[in-house]
């Protein structure tokens, strides 16, 4: 669901720590919020929404080497904002974050970049797409929408230069784009292009390897998306074997009990929205990461659509040692379905998983 990008709300509001996680619970104050039955707009809304306080472009991909090796690889933008406006130079309150990262089963390696809007440092342009913060880029094709992108990144021991194609069409999450995140009713727009083919060349301390394999983007934006209570989430992308894909969270509450969504894809596209109970995950095993204990192997099941598996990471190591860290990297499938994806989880600093 990729509601993990919205930590970045602490660069705008450290003061609102205790309602939900990173903030993401603090009161819309004049800012826009979702509303059900707004349709979203293509190419427009490839682009920034800044009436509403967070939003990212999410970008995981799950690739191998010649040698077959599993990899993975994370290229995201945030977006947050001071005050529900755009504004020039200096004047501007939008506020942008970048992270990418690439994974090995022997390495996690990750860096961030941040920057002002309203100066050219960072932003996103509809037509052609472009996303960039710095020398970071994300660039489709005019026309293109997000069919076709070339991403690249570096970091101070990787880089990665990658070419993207869409094998299949944008998908809707929740009740098309409108995606519920609580019992409360807090909601985000959210939708996925989760069918992208990709080659490229990876560089390691090790050299240079050439990689192909898969992608997926998220996109979402929101203003108050948790509930003050909500204190973390365990979210999975999953590619499975025969063609089918879901995307599946559990939003953590000590309070009112987590909060679980699905999206089910069938291989040609169409989307199914899964409510809240109906998606069950399980962690069968808790490594110790960074000072914590994270669960990195989870039993992962969605009874209406005969799945059953067990995800597990291809490096349990893979903490994102960012200015808000959190644990992201890529996963194997095995057990009803095979296939790949990636996990992301928040809210592990220093405690052990309950």
């Known amino acids: 669901m990729n509601v993990k990008a919205l930590m970045v709300f602490l660069l705008i509001a450290p003061a609102a720590l205790a309602q939900g996680f990173a903030g993401l619970g603090t009161e819309a104050e004049g800012f826009a919020v979702p509303e059900r039955g707004r349709a979203l707009e293509f190419p427009a809304d490839h682009g920034a929404h800044p009436a509403y306080r967070i939003e990212w472009w999410y970008l995981t991909a799950n690739l191998r080497d010649t040698q077959g ?150 996109r979402e934006w929101s203003s108050q998306p948790l509930s003050e209570s909500q204190d973390g989430w365990d979210w999975f992308s999953l590619s499975l074997e025969t063609g089918a894909k879901m995307m599946g969270f559990r939003l953590r509450d000590a309070r009112l009990g987590d909060y679980t969504s699905a999206t089910w894809i069938a291989p040609d596209g169409t989307a199914t929205p899964v409510p809240d109970g109906a998606l069950r995950v399980t962690p069968l095993e808790v490594t110790r990461v960074a000072g914590r204990d994270v669960p990195t192997r989870w039993r992962v099941q969605l009874p209406a659509r005969g799945v059953d598996v067990e995800a597990a990471a291809v490096n349990p190591q893979a903490w994102m040692e960012t200015s808000f860290p959190y644990w992201e990297g890529p996963v194997r499938v095995k057990g009803s379905h095979a296939g790949r994806g990636y996990l992301e989880m928040t809210g592990y600093e220093g405690v052990s998983e309950r």
Do not use: N
């Open 69 to 218: 090796r599993d990899m993975g690889v994370q290229w995201t933008l945030f977006r947050s904002a001071l005050a529900p406006r755009e504004g020039k130079g200096w004047d501007s309150p939008q506020l942008w974050m970048g992270h990418a990262a690439a994974t090995t089963p022997e390495a996690h390696h990750v860096t961030e970049r941040r920057a002002r809007g309203g100066i050219g440092q960072a932003g996103v342009t509809v037509d052609p797409f472009r996303a960039w913060i710095d020398d970071w880029r994300m660039e489709g094709v005019a026309g293109a929408g997000l069919d076709r992108l070339h991403v690249t990144a570096s970091g101070p021991d990787f880089a990665y230069d990658l070419r993207l194609s869409a094998q299949g069409p944008l998908v809707y999450h929740g009740d098309r784009g409108y995606s519920i995140k609580s019992a409360e009713g807090q909601a985000s727009y959210y939708y996925s292009q989760p069918f992208y083919s990709v080659k490229g060349t990876l560089s390691l301390p090790e050299g240079e390897v050439a990689v192909t394999g898969s992608a997926w983007l998220d």
